[in-house]
């Protein structure tokens, strides 16, 4: 035991022995911490509130539970609760559990001593963060109840077991300063009693709106009823149906219960309806439709918890905006700590909404704690595994209902290629695609499904990225793949592009785009494209070379085509740049991109080509004119639009 106090002045004995009254010194560690609580600057003082209403629900849990086996222990007092009143004149906050209460060796143990460990550190922390700190992290130490002392002037606590008689109550109090005196007392009342006289540069507290609203913020899921004196009735007429909170009378007094307090999370899942998921949902999200997935899991085992998350029907308005955007709500024994997004889900599954309840965390863990503490990085990655294969599992059972998710947060699962390496092979199997063979627009097609039916001789998963649907639908690269009936990914989100650098294979097939270097000719042989005499294909040689000197300086290479079918030409980024696509991408978005020179790819058998005489003085004008067409076709802007229409012109009246 850490704890040395002093019996210091007059202590007189009480008939059990115990001495009635005495006042002892804090443990010199306990001073130091006090005095920092007492001087601090901290914002977030109210956690106090938090502290001393988690202490009173463990009492009210511990009773609970010895009370299964001893019955005796709840006197004629069964309803446990909290309740909480101010007093505005004195400037006063009372917190009064009927929970286990303490005898006089507990009060002097467990309130008179700090923290069994971790002192020191406790006490560098706060020093260093005196004058800019959180006191959010005060808890993480186990030294909850002295955060009273943050906007307390003098704290009195009044206990009493229960089970003892009612002479064995204790009153403890102290202002903090270095001494606390400690009595018996007669206390009829079993459990706990806080008053805290406040500071006057903290009297804000003492507004029960105010309390109200902490609690809201932070304990609304504690399953003990925390009761409020009822509020005055609005002077309006209330509707029969309005949802009256649970009240109770006592002493004259009217309590109404402030928290939720459902915890629901805690309950089995056999037990829980529908709408009860529902209506929390909602309580949760301020979304009234239904969640499309509720996955509520009980952990057990090295690490305890209970995790509860929703998928939501419908994307939330807020999904791109991720500065505003909340995540994952962690408890530790249904006392809200944090819902910092990113400790309990990362950024492409933002859309899950939901908590995890944690039974082994101290309470009140810093964000650093969060965030570099191995179990929350555990229960993270289960959390993803869970929802990824929740999703999976969905899309077997339920194809439409599963199309109608990927619709909603595709996009944002499809970032998970490029955040989430360990788990990038089952979002690419969750990822769904339009393509040439699918329904429109709509991305229902799996890579599963398209490697299922490519013909055997295919070797690539091929797939074509453009601004839009519609200019990858109509883009001149497609043509030898609807002729030879290949099936083509079309990708028009600004994401695909880098889904597609981040998932390069899937089942042994790379994927390649068919708008990038050299064609596999086992694909995509043209028996008929090989027919050419020789005299042929020396005019046609002429003819590439020509237009290369034209276009020099603007393209990599002129070359003759194997993928056009109706199209003159097309433009063709070499296998290791970047693409037409990405690079428009990144400049849209202020990036630096390097400007690599497509190539040029022209197709020997459209009419126009036959038509083009290498010695022609016109050769100028159509070889731009293609590159230009070329361009336009990949949904590209021209770079002097004048010149094209003049061009054009020329071409149209000679
Ligand atoms: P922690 O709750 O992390 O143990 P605290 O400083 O908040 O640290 O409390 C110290 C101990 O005092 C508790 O573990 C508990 O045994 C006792 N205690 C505090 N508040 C109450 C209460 N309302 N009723 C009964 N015991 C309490």
Same mark, same amino acid.
């Given at each position: 035991?850490?704890m ?10 009480s008939?059990t022995?115990?001495p009635?009254?005495? $006042?002892?010194s ?5 001073k130091?911490l006090?005095?920092l609580?007492?001087?601090s ?7 106090f509130l ?12 511990k009773l609970?539970?010895?009370?299964l086996?001893d019955?005796?222990?709840?006197e004629?007092?069964?309803a446990?609760?909290?309740w909480?009143?101010v007093?505005?004149?004195r ?13 006089y060796?507990e009060v002097?143990?467990?309130?008179? $001593?700090? +923290?069994?460990?971790?002192t020191?550190t406790f ?12 006191a959010d992290?005060?808890?993480?130490f186990?030294?909850g ?7 307390g ?5 009044l $206990?009493r ?32 009693e806080i ?5 006057d540069d903290d009297?804000?507290? +003492? ?14 899921h504690?399953?003990i009823?925390?009761l409020?004196?009822?509020e005055?009735?609005?002077a ?9 909170p ?12 402030v ?8 309950r089995p899942?056999?037990?829980?309806t529908?709408?009860?998921y529902s209506?929390?949902?909602?309580s949760l ?15 057990e085992?090295?690490?305890e ?8 029907s ?5 999904l791109?905006?991720?500065?505003q955007?909340?995540?994952i ?19 492409y ?7 995890v ?16 503490n ?5 229960i ?8 990824l294969?929740? =999703?999976k ?5 339920d194809?439409?209902?599963y ?20 788990n990038?092979q089952?979002i ?6 339009s393509?040439?063979?699918?329904d429109?627009?709509?991305q ?6 398209y490697v ?9 998963i091929y797939?074509l990225?453009?601004?839009s649907?519609?200019a ?13 009936d ?9 994401i695909?592009?880098w889904?597609?650098?981040h ?12 708008a990038?270097g050299?064609?596999?000719?086992d694909d ?5 494209a090989?027919?050419?005499t020789?005299?042929?294909?020396? +005019?046609?040689d ?12 603007t393209?990599k290479?002129v070359r003759?085509?194997?993928?056009l079918v109706?199209?003159p030409?097309?433009?063709?980024a070499?296998e290791m ?6 690079e ?9 991109a390097?400007?690599?020179k497509p190539?040029?790819?022209?197709n ?8 083009m005489?290498?010695?022609?003085e016109? =050769?100028?004008?159509w070889a731009?004119l293609l590159?230009?067409?070329a361009?336009l ?10 010149d094209f ?10």
């Amino acid at each position: 035991m850490i704890m040395s106090s002093k019996t210091k002045s007059k202590s007189k004995k009480s008939e059990t022995g115990i001495p009635a009254s005495e $006042t002892r010194s804090f443990q010199t560690e306990v001073k130091q911490l006090l005095n920092l609580m007492i001087h601090s600057l901290y914002s977030n003082k109210e956690i106090f509130l938090r502290e001393l209403i988690s202490n009173a629900s463990d009492a009210c849990d511990k009773l609970r539970f010895a009370s299964l086996t001893d019955k005796a222990l709840l006197e004629d007092d069964e309803a446990l609760g909290i309740w909480i009143s101010v007093d505005r004149e004195r400037k006063t906050i009372v917190i009064r559990d009927n929970g286990i209460g303490m005898d006089y060796d507990e009060v002097v143990q467990d309130i008179g $001593t700090i +923290a069994r460990s971790g002192t020191r550190t406790f006490i560098e922390k706060m020093e260093a963060e005196k004058s800019s700190g959180d006191a959010d992290f005060i808890g993480q130490f186990g030294v909850g109840f002295y955060s009273c002392f943050l906007v307390g002037r003098q704290v009195t606590l009044l $206990t009493r077991k229960a089970g003892t008689p009612s002479g064995s109550g204790v009153m403890w109090s102290s202002d903090g300063t270095g001494e606390y005196t400690i009595s018996s007392m007669d206390r009829p009342n079993r459990g706990t009693e806080i008053i805290i006289s406040l500071k006057d540069d903290d009297s804000q507290y +003492a507004e029960e709106y105010r309390l109200r609203r902490i609690i809201e913020k932070y304990s609304d899921h504690v399953s003990i009823p925390i009761l409020m004196p009822r509020e005055p009735e609005p002077a309006a007429e209330e509707s029969d149906d309005a949802e009256k909170p649970e009240t109770q009378q006592e002493e004259g007094e009217e309590w109404e219960t402030v928290n939720k307090g459902s915890a629901l999370w805690t309950r089995p899942k056999t037990e829980i309806t529908e709408e009860e998921y529902s209506k929390f949902y909602s309580s949760l999200t301020y979304d009234s439709t239904p969640p499309a997935l509720t996955i509520h899991n009980r952990v057990e085992g090295k690490m305890e918890y209970i995790s509860l998350f929703f998928i939501p029907s419908t994307a939330p308005f807020d999904l791109w905006d991720r500065e505003q955007r909340h995540g994952i709500k962690l408890y530790v024994r249904r006392i809200f700590i944090s819902d910092d997004a990113k400790t309990l889900m990362p950024n492409y599954l933002r859309f899950v909404r939901g908590l995890v309840d944690c039974a082994d965390l101290p309470l009140n863990v810093s964000r650093e704690f969060l965030q570099q503490n191995q179990d929350i990085d555990k229960i993270r990655q289960a959390a993803v595994k869970r929802v990824l294969g929740e =999703l999976k599992k969905l899309s077997k059972s339920d194809e439409d209902a599963y199309n109608k998710l990927w619709k909603e947060f595709g996009k944002a699962l499809k970032e998970g290629v490029v955040e989430d390496y360990e788990n990038r092979q089952s979002i690419a199997e969750l990822a769904r695609f339009s393509t040439t063979k699918g329904d429109g627009e709509s991305q229902t097609v799996s890579l599963d499904q398209y490697v299922d039916r490519m013909p055997m001789s295919q070797k690539h998963i091929y797939y074509l990225t453009a601004e839009s649907h519609t200019a990858a639908g109509s883009s001149p690269h497609l043509e030898i793949f609807k002729k030879k009936d290949i099936e083509v990914l079309l990708l028009s989100e600004p994401i695909d592009e880098w889904f597609v650098s981040h998932v390069t294979e899937f089942r042994d097939k790379t994927l390649k785009s068919i708008a990038k270097g050299d064609l596999e000719l086992d694909d995509l042989k043209d028996e008929e494209a090989e027919k050419k005499t020789e005299e042929e294909q020396a +005019a046609q040689d002429t003819l590439v070379q020509k237009i290369k000197e034209v276009l020099d300086g603007t393209v990599k290479d002129v070359r003759f085509s194997n993928r056009l079918v109706d199209s003159p030409s097309c433009l063709i980024a070499d296998e290791m740049d970047m693409g037409g696509n990405m690079e428009r991408l990144l400049k849209a978005i202020g990036q630096d991109a390097p400007t690599a020179k497509p190539i040029l790819e022209i197709n020997p058998d459209h009419a126009l080509i036959k038509r083009m005489n290498p010695e022609s003085e016109e =050769l100028e004008d159509w070889a731009k004119l293609l590159f230009d067409q070329a361009l336009l076709a990949e949904g590209a802007t021209l770079n002097n639009p004048g010149d094209f229409v003049k061009r054009v012109n020329r071409l149209l009246i000679s």
